[in-house]
């Protein structure tokens, strides 16, 4: 996850979570056949692939040649659940842990090392799965911020409980340079990271709920220049749809992972 930006003296520099912190930097995919996870999201969004850093199991998605999101072949070695996960920025993968299980989340992996910084998967009191990250970011981070996912939306139970319990633990809106602003907006919570929105917090999902796609989860949502053709390619290609608008998808992949398609970048 490195990058380096140029300085007005000309010296590159790397930009970590010690400087930008609390925004969602990356999202990951868990997949049982790697392969099969690359035809789809190549066929549905255009991706390429490039072998990931990691080894054998990783693969990361490129648009234009940025990176914008990474699938690892784990679930069934680590007995995960098929999903899209966020990651935010941490200046502490160990304080955001702390602080996650001393307010009633839960860790389900790490801290670990993986080079050039440590993350760690957790879950929220409500069960929605987040990871975090600490260290230097992603490739070309000004670049992943415009080919990135357009935004990630927790649906939860109470988005207001939610807000706290994601604040304290990620910094939100705080006085230190490199945070993100809350903002409340039409009932929902709005996150902002240099004036983008990059995250949305919804009211209404059911803890208890026997349908996964209505109990509290973190949806991923990707920019699409046109979501009908998106939608009968996810199709075609072994997915389904859940819900459709004109201008939006809920789309699941042959695996069971969900994430939605948008037309609109709600920056």
């Known amino acids: 996850m490195k990058h380096h930006s140029t300085s007005a003296h000309g010296a590159r520099a790397a930009v970590s979570t010690h400087s930008v912190y609390g925004a969602p930097c990356w999202v990951s995919l868990t997949s049982r056949d790697l392969e099969a996870t690359q035809d789809f999201y190549r066929a549905v969004l255009g991706w390429k692939w490039l072998r990931g850093a990691l080894g054998d199991h990783f693969r990361t998605a490129l648009v234009g040649g940025v990176p914008v999101a990474g699938v690892a072949a784990v679930a069934s070695m680590w007995q995960m659940a098929v999903a899209w996960t966020p990651y935010f920025a941490v200046p502490s993968a160990d304080d955001a842990a702390s602080r996650t299980r001393e307010r009633g989340g839960t860790v389900a992996v790490g801290p670990i090392s993986l080079p050039p910084g440590r993350a760690a998967l957790l879950a929220d009191r409500d069960g929605a799965t987040f990871g975090i990250w600490e260290g230097e970011l992603i490739g070309n981070w000004e670049a992943w911020r415009q080919a990135a996912p357009a935004f990630v939306r927790l649906h939860t139970r109470d988005a207001f409980d939610s807000a706290i319990f994601y604040g304290e633990i990620l910094d939100w809106a705080t006085d230190r340079p490199g945070g993100c602003q809350v903002h409340y907006e039409a009932g929902e919570v709005v996150l902002r990271s240099r004036g983008d929105v990059v995250a ?3 009211s209404g999902a059911l ?3 026997p349908d996964p796609t209505i109990r509290p989860h973190w949806q991923v949502h ?12 996810a199709e075609k290609h072994g997915g389904s749809v ?3 608008t004109a201008h939006e998808a809920v789309l699941r992949d042959p695996d069971g992972a969900q994430f ?3 037309s609109h970048r709600q920056r």
């Open 200 to 202: 949305r917090i919804t």
């Open 242 to 244: 859940l819900a459709e």
């Open 260 to 262: 939605t398609v948008t």
């Open 222 to 233: 990707f920019a699409v220049a046109d979501v009908t053709v998106c939608a009968r390619s």
């Open 207 to 209: 803890e208890a709920a």
